[in-house]
């Protein structure tokens, strides 16, 4: 069954401290994408991968590193994390065109 | 860079009636629309995808597209209280694999 899994769910991390949150898809997929979510601004999307080695830049990159080492995973980099980044983050992973992601079941960060 | 708007933010539609959403992209190198719906404290789970001009019913939802005007809708019949939800509307262009999301519709059905 396809699945994407992300971890932490949890994070409570400091200002100005180094977060990383990983995603892991079994689903041989080469889309990869990083999503953050707050309330009036949908899914908005920060970095994205086409495969192992690659990383975009999305819609809002800045403060976010991403890492794709192998097919199944992407990692998002906050080198210095601030309370602004406070918010849920979502994985998604997708492959041929058309083909709509599948989604990961989120990881809360506060950024305190 | 595309941006996804949707309409309304939010709706409330009594049980049993229809509820109609709106998506419009500003890009006309739209490619794929897709709606997503996410009850509250889940992640989102696709609904209906349309590629292509014209109309898509699958059970209680129907979805419209018009590539012309960039604009698609989703309408849901008989609306049930397990409807309530956030609506996604999500596109993509030709030429890359970039998904973008509008900032959703919140739906309330009231029993």
């Known amino acids: 069954e396809a699945a994407v899994t992300q971890s932490p769910r949890n994070k409570v991390a400091v200002t100005g401290g180094k977060v990383t949150l990983s995603c892991n898809q079994t689903?041989?997929?080469?889309?990869m994408y990083w999503y953050r979510q707050d309330t009036g601004h949908g899914l908005r999307l920060i970095h994205y991968?086409?495969?192992?080695?690659?990383?975009e830049k999305g819609d809002i990159p800045d403060g976010y590193k991403a890492s794709r080492p192998s097919q199944e995973n992407f990692s998002l980099i906050l080198e210095l994390a601030t309370p602004s980044q406070t918010s849920v983050y979502f994985c998604?992973?997708?492959?041929?065109?058309?083909?709509?992601?599948?989604f990961g079941e989120g990881t809360r960060l506060s950024v305190l | 860079q595309q941006k996804v708007q949707q309409s309304p933010e939010s709706l409330i539609v009594p049980e049993g009636g229809m509820a109609s959403l709106n998506c419009t992209s500003s890009?006309?190198?739209?490619?794929y629309f897709w709606w997503y719906r996410q009850h509250s404290g889940k992640s989102p789970k696709m609904l209906m995808?349309?590629?292509?001009?014209g109309e898509k019913e699958e059970g209680r939802f129907t979805v419209h597209l018009n590539k012309a005007s960039l604009h698609t809708s989703l309408h849901i019949r008989d609306s049930q209280p397990s409807d309530s939800a956030l609506y996604l509307c999500a596109a993509t262009n030709y030429g890359n694999e970039k998904i973008t999301f509008g900032a959703g519709t919140k739906l309330t059905i009231k029993p």
């Open positions: 890009d006309r190198n739209v490619d």
């Open positions: 995808s349309i590629f292509s001009n």
């Open positions: 991968s086409y495969g192992a080695g690659s990383t």
């Open positions: 689903n041989n997929h080469n889309n």
């Open positions: 998604a992973s997708g492959d041929a065109r058309g083909q709509a992601p599948l």
